[in-house]
């Protein structure tokens, strides 16, 4: 009678992992799209250096007004699923106009009203999806990992099909992708309105302390990586390295990353989300401290791995601390908030790895170095506060 049950269970959850897997594919397909190839597009349409920069500002900007705003709309409404169906459906009809866009202004309106809906998006399936791993019914890392196999997957098969058809190829890709999205989220299910109460050991201080000093520690971690994104591509060609060898080098620390995602819930359960962010700010510490010495290629492989905790360990590690620390009926909202604090970080950095890099040249990683390690002090106070928390 218990194997019947199981296997009853098992088959319950089946279309809903694989929905869920298929929502993180298809969204991160179109991002894997945009990020390498939309300047593309805007150089088709004749924009000039300076108009594709402010372009690429936009959904920065929105993802930092909308983010927030929508994650505490999402809760107040107490329908996730149907938020973010109307989102991907919002992003999908404005990725359209954004393809009959020619002139700058117009590409500035239609960009930003789909960064709008399209930014949120991510954070709120984080939300959705941590929801239904505390039901029992995903693992959280498991399906997490579609979205970075299909970010590799755009990239490689978004250059062939973009080489071939010509620039326009870019936003038809992108919007395929986000009608994908769409359908994929119409098939999962809509999750029950929590219950609104307030848990006791939520309102203490020590608790607070977790989770405020696990936020900021997952920021300054992603910040590291401001530096890296900005000017590694770059340096690496002056240096010799081709195209080829440069793109296998990206695709290592996502590997690597998609791995994390793999095990990371077997590994949260075991040393907790606050040891987790403490371990990815100690490996930013040695990946851009040794990047600071601009190594040569066979010390960059096992330093590209290192993007799995870098990165992965530090985006796992948030999304389970802010899991376990808020309420369900906050889950939008908590989830929101954290990403929000993220990006503001990162677009902090980046700035000041402009400025740093102009000045100091590859020395520049050791500040990534200095975030990493700051992050890794955060976090491991996090770890302390929570072990001192009282059980009730």
Same mark, same amino acid.
């Given at each position: 009678m218990r194997v019947a049950m199981r296997l009853l269970s098992q088959s319950s959850e089946r279309p809903v992992k694989l929905a869920l897997a298929s929502a993180y594919g298809t969204l991160f397909f179109s991002f894997g799209i945009y990020m390498p190839f939309f300047p593309l597009w805007l150089t088709d349409r004749g924009m000039t250096p300076q108009q594709i920069g402010a372009?690429?500002?936009?959904?920065?900007?929105?993802?930092?007004?909308?983010?927030?705003?929508?994650g505490i709309l999402s809760d107040r409404v107490g329908r996730p699923k149907a938020v973010l169906v109307i989102l991907a459906f919002a992003a999908t009809l404005f990725m359209a106009v954004l393809s009959l866009g020619h002139t700058p202004l117009a590409i500035y309106v239609a960009l930003s009203f789909g960064a709008m809906a399209w930014s949120p998006s991510f954070a709120l399936l984080d939300a959705y999806a941590t929801r239904q791993a505390r039901a029992g019914r995903v693992d959280y890392g498991r399906s997490r990992l579609w979205g970075s196999a299909t970010f590799i997957a755009a990239n490689l098969v978004g250059g062939v099909l973009i080489a071939q058809a010509g620039a326009s190829m870019v936003l038809l890709l992108m919007i395929a992708g986000q009608a994908s999205f769409v359908v994929a989220m119409?098939?999962?299910?809509?999750?029950?309105?929590?219950?609104?109460?307030?848990?006791?050991?939520?309102?203490? *201080?020590?608790?607070?302390?977790? $989770?405020? +000093?696990? &936020? /900021?520690?997952?920021?300054?971690?992603? #910040?590291?990586?401001?530096? =890296?994104?900005?000017?590694?591509?770059?340096?690496?060609?002056?240096?010799?390295?081709?195209l080829s060898v440069?793109?296998?080098?990206?695709?290592?620390?996502?590997?690597?990353?998609?791995?994390?995602?793999?095990?990371g819930t077997w590994i949260v359960a075991r040393i907790g989300p606050s040891a987790l962010l403490a371990a990815g700010g100690l490996a930013a510490l040695v990946r851009f401290g040794i990047l600071a010495m601009d *190594?040569?290629?066979?010390?960059? $492989?096992? +330093?590209? &791995? /290192?993007?799995?905790?870098?990165?992965? #360990?530090?985006?796992?590690? =948030?999304?389970?601390?802010?899991?376990?620390?808020?309420?369900?009926?906050?889950?939008?909202?908590?989830?929101?908030?954290?990403?929000?604090?993220?990006?503001?970080?990162?677009?902090?950095?980046?700035?000041?790895?402009?400025?740093?890099w102009v000045a100091y040249g590859h020395w520049a990683f050791l500040a990534s170095a200095a975030l990493g390690l700051a992050g890794a002090c955060l976090a491991l106070a996090s770890h302390l506060a929570n072990k001192k928390r009282p059980v009730l």
């Amino acid at each position: 009678m218990r194997v019947a049950m199981r296997l009853l269970s098992q088959s319950s959850e089946r279309p809903v992992k694989l929905a869920l897997a298929s929502a993180y594919g298809t969204l991160f397909f179109s991002f894997g799209i945009y990020m390498p190839f939309f300047p593309l597009w805007l150089t088709d349409r004749g924009m000039t250096p300076q108009q594709i920069g402010a372009a690429i500002a936009i959904p920065m900007c929105a993802r930092l007004a909308a983010t927030p705003l929508l994650g505490i709309l999402s809760d107040r409404v107490g329908r996730p699923k149907a938020v973010l169906v109307i989102l991907a459906f919002a992003a999908t009809l404005f990725m359209a106009v954004l393809s009959l866009g020619h002139t700058p202004l117009a590409i500035y309106v239609a960009l930003s009203f789909g960064a709008m809906a399209w930014s949120p998006s991510f954070a709120l399936l984080d939300a959705y999806a941590t929801r239904q791993a505390r039901a029992g019914r995903v693992d959280y890392g498991r399906s997490r990992l579609w979205g970075s196999a299909t970010f590799i997957a755009a990239n490689l098969v978004g250059g062939v099909l973009i080489a071939q058809a010509g620039a326009s190829m870019v936003l038809l890709l992108m919007i395929a992708g986000q009608a994908s999205f769409v359908v994929a989220m119409l098939v999962l299910p809509e999750l029950p309105r929590p219950p609104v109460h307030t848990t006791p050991h939520l309102s203490l *201080p020590r608790t607070r302390a977790v $989770l405020v +000093l696990g &936020v /900021l520690a997952s920021a300054l971690i992603q #910040a590291s990586h401001a530096t =890296l994104y900005a000017f590694a591509t770059v340096h690496w060609t002056e240096r010799g390295f081709s195209l080829s060898v440069i793109g296998g080098l990206w695709a290592l620390g996502v590997v690597s990353e998609i791995v994390l995602f793999r095990y990371g819930t077997w590994i949260v359960a075991r040393i907790g989300p606050s040891a987790l962010l403490a371990a990815g700010g100690l490996a930013a510490l040695v990946r851009f401290g040794i990047l600071a010495m601009d *190594p040569p290629m066979w010390i960059l $492989l096992p +330093l590209q &791995v /290192l993007h799995g905790l870098t990165f992965g #360990a530090a985006f796992l590690g =948030l999304v389970e601390l802010v899991a376990r620390n808020t309420p369900e009926h906050r889950a939008g909202t908590a989830q929101s908030l954290a990403a929000w604090t993220g990006s503001l970080a990162m677009a902090c950095a980046s700035f000041a790895a402009g400025q740093l890099w102009v000045a100091y040249g590859h020395w520049a990683f050791l500040a990534s170095a200095a975030l990493g390690l700051a992050g890794a002090c955060l976090a491991l106070a996090s770890h302390l506060a929570n072990k001192k928390r009282p059980v009730l």
